[in-house]
């Protein structure tokens, strides 16, 4: 028996060498037969022989384990955030206030990888756990997922207790061949690598993060000894060198330098090949090499003062502009979209654009058949920037918006105060299925499963006219249309009826009423408790609560006085729908305090975060006032941001905010 251990732990060893060979530093050894047939043998062994289980054999990387939720996972060292910069002015104020406690500092500079942050523990040599950043405290386990990423070392060579801080990502060639395959089989595609990388690490199926491909990059030592014979180096650099040579793939093209220029240099030379790379980066990081150093120039109260994330602006590409179509959305708006020659840009194939209106049209000078320039938004929703006069050929056309709606035919009308273009007409088909997937959305009733294509099933096979017709649905109603199956349906109806206990303060928002978003539908809840409530109110009255102004009061008081929206309101609570506002909250450690949020903040959405901030009592306003308590700024905070800095009120990340209910 000890003879078959000793093979086991040899086959082990060997694979482990051969996989770290190939993953990490590119080299085959040996060829993949040979690799097959070491790996078929440690396997058949390992079921022969049970007893000599290891969670951290490499045959664990094909996944397999399957978890009923992640388990919580208390971080030792705090993983921390960066505070951005978007232009070299503002990282010369960054390098001028290092340089007033230490003058001449050398720094790392790094690319910054896009894709989910994580923490890998090591304990006498063995992965032990890896889990999320979370919420920078808090993280999720997630080690049966990243064990199945082929370039972590599962066994060192050395008997090292560590933890180091990395960054998941999806190669760029992974992520087309996955898209590729979501499309054969008719799921919707990845929006680009980082959204597939931070899915694919939160699957409770390990074997379908194995499926995905994913790879990591070390960038840091959070805590413990990298050496048993003496102290670890001062330098941050020497530890990714140290890192790199225990197996680890640590991050490429960082270089230690000095003085603002040749960081500066560094930094053009990151963005110059950004699109030579096998993977996404969305910036370059700047920090103090020396460990002492840092300490001397100190902690921030939310982000560390040794160092920034330099962004890259927006990556811009030309490409044709096809055709604008128009779009009927849930309040009758038209809204023109740009249909473009495809073109790669940031992580993903972009053929649409959103145009928002008739008016940025012509200030822009965008014509059907122009070259133009786009953008995504925030690295996100792709946009025209511009048109390029200079390429015409005088066959490009003009863009009129329509006199009638393509939807129904009604004739189009123009509000008098805004750019909008809209349908009037109540019945109008397209503005039944968009007002129902606001319905159905996240932040309104919740209703999982329910998108456009199934919404589309529905109206066109008369199983739906509105969103209260939603509540009578049955399986036998469902299981037969295209792409439903049984337990499709089955989940939708569960859907369903778990959305009926949303609350108030959900179901205002869900109503579609123009102007209404999440923060005053919370103050409308607040204060008149009940659905029915809401009928009697004055514009007079909403005008009193903080976040309602004169144009959200009459739009409010318009709603509530149609006789659909009366029989409407009568058929959700016919169906069992909750119409009162049921918060309790679970504290009162931020009773009396008012919030502004903005910006995006890492792990959780603002409707979350605003939640919580409810749930303990605070108040979330919508904009910033001499009343506002706190600004919660995540990444890309515009002018809230700038007025509370200019009014003095305190700001927080998302830390900060965790930090005050903790």
């Not at 500079?109 to 889990?131: C, H, M, Q, R, W």
């Not at 649905?473 to 049984?486: F, Q």
């Not at 990444?635 to 998302?654: F, Q, R, W």
């Amino acid at each position: 028996m000890e003879a078959i251990r000793k093979e086991i732990e040899t086959l082990r060893k060997q694979i482990e060498h051969y996989s770290r060979m190939y993953y990490v530093y590119d080299t085959s050894e040996i060829s993949d037969f040979e690799y097959d047939a070491l790996f078929r043998k440690l396997q058949e062994l390992e079921a022969a022989y049970p007893q000599f289980d290891d969670a951290n054999s490499p045959t664990r990387r094909v996944g397999g384990q399957v978890l009923d939720k992640f388990v919580k996972v208390t971080h030792r060292v705090q993983m921390g955030s960066l505070a951005d910069v978007f232009s070299f002015e503002e990282l010369d104020e960054f390098l001028a206030r290092v340089e007033v406690s230490a003058p001449d500092a050398l720094y790392s500079v790094e690319p910054k990888i896009d894709g989910l942050s994580v923490a890998l523990t090591y304990e006498n040599g063995a992965f032990s756990f890896g889990a999320t950043r979370g919420n920078g405290f808090v993280g999720e386990d997630v080690s049966g997922n990243l064990r199945t990423i082929q370039s972590i070392p599962l066994r060192l060579s050395e008997p090292l207790s560590f933890c180091v801080r990395g960054e998941v990502y999806m190669p760029r060639e992974r992520f087309y061949a996955q898209n590729e395959a979501r499309l054969r089989a008719g799921q919707p595609p990845f929006a680009n690598p980082r959204n597939a990388a931070a899915g694919s690490l939160r699957q409770l199926d390990s074997k379908i993060a194995a499926e995905r491909g994913l790879d990591i990059f070390i960038f840091n030592l959070q805590w413990g000894d990298l050496y048993l014979d003496r102290e670890n180096p001062d330098s941050h650099f020497e530890m990714l060198d140290r890192l790199e040579q225990l197996g680890f793939p640590v991050l490429p093209h960082r270089i230690r330098t000095r003085g603002y220029d040749a960081v500066r240099a560094q930094i053009e030379v990151l963005g110059a090949l950004r699109d030579a790379l096998a993977f996404d980066i969305d910036g370059a990081v700047v920090k103090i090499d020396s460990i002492n150093t840092r300490a001397l120039v100190g902690e921030g109260a939310v982000t560390p003062k040794w160092a920034v994330a330099y962004k890259y602006p927006p990556e811009q590409k030309q490409t044709k502009l096809l055709d604008i179509t128009v779009q009927v959305g849930r309040t009758g708006v038209l809204t023109p979209n740009a249909v473009l020659e495809p073109v790669r840009l940031a992580g993903s194939t972009v053929s649409r654009a959103t145009l928002h209106n008739l008016d940025i049209i012509r200030e822009r000078d965008i014509r059907i058949g122009d070259t133009v320039v786009v953008q995504k938004a925030g690295d996100i929703i792709p946009e025209i920037v511009s048109s390029i006069p200079e390429k015409r050929t005088g066959k490009e056309k003009p863009f009129e918006m329509p006199r009638f709606c393509p939807a129904c035919g009604s004739a189009v009308t123009r509000d008098v105060d805004m750019a909008a273009v809209r349908c009037p007409n109540e019945l109008c088909p397209a503005k039944r299925a968009r007002a129902i997937l606001h319905f159905a959305s996240k932040g309104a009733m919740n209703i999982d499963g329910l998108g456009p294509q199934i919404i589309d099933l529905l109206l066109k096979n008369g199983r739906i006219h509105d969103a209260s017709d939603l509540y009578s649905l049955r399986v036998e109603d469902l299981e037969d249309l295209e792409r439903m199956g049984e337990k499709s349906a089955q989940n939708l109806v569960e859907a369903i009826d778990r959305s009926k206990r949303a609350g108030l303060e959900r179901l205002i928002f869900a109503l579609g009423i123009r102007q209404v978003g999440e923060v005053a539908a919370a103050a409308i809840a607040g204060k008149y408790k009940t659905l029915d409530n809401c009928f009697a109110a004055t514009v007079e009255e909403l005008c009193e609560i903080e976040d309602i102004g004169e144009i959200t009061a009459k739009s409010v008081v318009e709603y509530f006085a149609r006789p659909q929206s009366r029989v409407f309101a009568d058929e959700l609570k016919a169906a069992g729908v909750l119409t009162e506002r049921v918060f309790s909250p679970h504290g009162e450690k931020l009773a009396g305090l008012t919030f502004v949020l903005t910006g995006t903040l890492p792990t959780m959405k603002r409707e979350e975060a605003a939640a919580l901030i409810a749930q303990n009592g605070g108040k979330v306003s919508a904009s910033v006032s001499k009343k506002t308590s706190y600004v919660v700024a995540g990444t890309e905070a515009g002018s809230k941001l700038e007025k509370a800095n200019a009014l003095g009120i305190p700001v927080l990340d998302e830390q900060g905010l965790l930090a005050l209910l903790s």
